[in-house]
């Protein structure tokens, strides 16, 4: 046990150790209660301190305005998927969305919302294209925001900004007036780099995210709605899904996911003490500069993204021998460096390097990639 593991996984979660071992410290009796948060009434005054101090921390954290309803709810990004156009899409009179697609999420989002309107696809990388004279594979570039067309009567435009399998990440948001769309909010998938980096919420309608990479425990799905938009949740839509219930009772509607958010809450105070979403960010920076250059300086390994919108979350690469795979990746594990396979649908690598992955992590990757290749190449 007092090895040091990394970590590597895609999720469900990494969180820092340090929050790790507080609720490990604060399990079977909260801050002298004699209760753990499991047990709690989540009316009770302890949890409401707990929630109601998550909600605070986190505005804080990401600056989000009082016109903002922060919730925690259920049912993670996919059922988001469907709740958000169930809540949303019948702004306009046409019940009608428009979706950028740059990978796997966005996809998924995309299909699941045409149960629910008219959705358009404004922008998608889904074929291969030349940029600058390099040719890129479908889902490894991103088309411009010059290039999205989004229709001006859309209930809103959706995109993932970080796509996880795919390791393409949108770091800046859309001028949506130059667009000519201002009028349409922006809904942003952000699962997945969600605090990881700045965003400046204000250009946004709602940003929502899967907590279980950057942001907690997974069972709590964050959800940030700017309240111009609350009220027009289809007829059918779940009462606990109707965003007007969830807002109002400020994620207690029904019983929200108690423990999880409490976790969550304790990762809100460790980001806090770290200096907020700006030294976090700066931290990450510097840890992908290191693995990217590192995969960039060899001829052995390839990340095959468009350079600008490489993740500094979520890693892909290959090896130049697919048939060195599984001695990579039983070499990695010999030296503790854990779950670096790709996903099934893009083979190769895959390192994720959350907010909870030290720098030290990433440089003990950076030393076995060396090796690796020293011993291979
Ligand atoms: N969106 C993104 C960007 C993701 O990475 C994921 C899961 O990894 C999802 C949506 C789906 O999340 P969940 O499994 O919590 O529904």
């Excluded at 190769?348 to 907010?355: E, F, T």
Aim: hydrophobic residues 40%; aromatic residues 10%; glycine residues 8%.
């Amino acid at each position: 046990m007092n090895k040091q593991y990394w970590n590597f996984s895609a999720g469900p979660s990494k969180l820092p150790r340090e929050v790790l071992q507080q609720a490990a410290e604060e399990m079977l009796d909260w801050h002298g209660s004699g209760q753990s948060v499991m047990e709690m009434s989540h009316r009770g005054p302890e949890f409401t301190q707990i929630c109601d101090e998550a909600e605070a921390d986190l505005r804080v954290l990401m600056d989000i305005p009082e016109d903002y309803a922060v919730m925690f709810m259920q049912g993670g990004a996919t059922a988001e998927n469907a709740i958000l156009p169930m809540n949303l899409i019948a702004r306009n009179a046409s019940h009608s969305a428009d979706y950028v697609l740059t990978g796997i999420w966005s996809t998924k989002s995309y299909k699941e919302a045409t149960r629910y309107g008219t959705v358009r696809i404004a922008a998608q990388s889904h074929q291969a294209r030349e940029i600058n004279g390099q040719a890129y594979e479908p889902w490894t570039w991103v088309p411009a925001f010059e290039e999205w067309k989004v229709n001006p009567d859309s209930s809103y435009l959706h995109f993932c900004s970080n796509e996880t399998i795919g390791g393409v990440e949108i770091g800046g948001l859309p001028n949506m007036q130059a667009l000519g769309a201002d009028a349409v909010p922006l809904v942003v998938d952000a699962s997945s780099h969600f605090l990881s980096r700045s965003l400046n919420i204000r250009q946004t309608g709602m940003v929502y995210a899967g907590a279980q990479k950057n942001a907690g425990p997974a069972g709590v799905t964050v959800v940030i709605l700017h309240r111009d938009l609350l009220g027009h949740a289809l007829p059918y839509c779940p009462s606990a899904f109707d965003y007007v219930n969830v807002a109002r009772e400020r994620s207690r509607f029904n019983t929200p996911p108690t423990y999880s958010i409490y976790v969550a809450g304790l990762v809100f105070k460790w980001l806090l003490a770290k200096g907020g979403l700006a030294a976090i960010e700066s931290e990450n920076i510097n840890k992908a500069k290191a693995l990217y250059s590192q995969l960039d300086n060899s001829d052995f390994y390839h990340n095959a993204i468009q350079p600008e919108y490489r993740s500094r979350m979520n890693v892909p690469f290959t090896l130049h021998d697919d048939s060195l795979n599984a001695a990579f990746l039983d070499g990695a594990k010999k030296q503790q460096l854990l779950n670096l396979k790709g996903h099934k649908s893009v083979g190769g690598m895959r390192a994720s390097i959350y907010n909870a992955m030290p720098m030290e992590g990433v440089m003990a990757l950076i030393d076995y990639l060396k090796e690796f290749e020293r011993q291979h190449g």
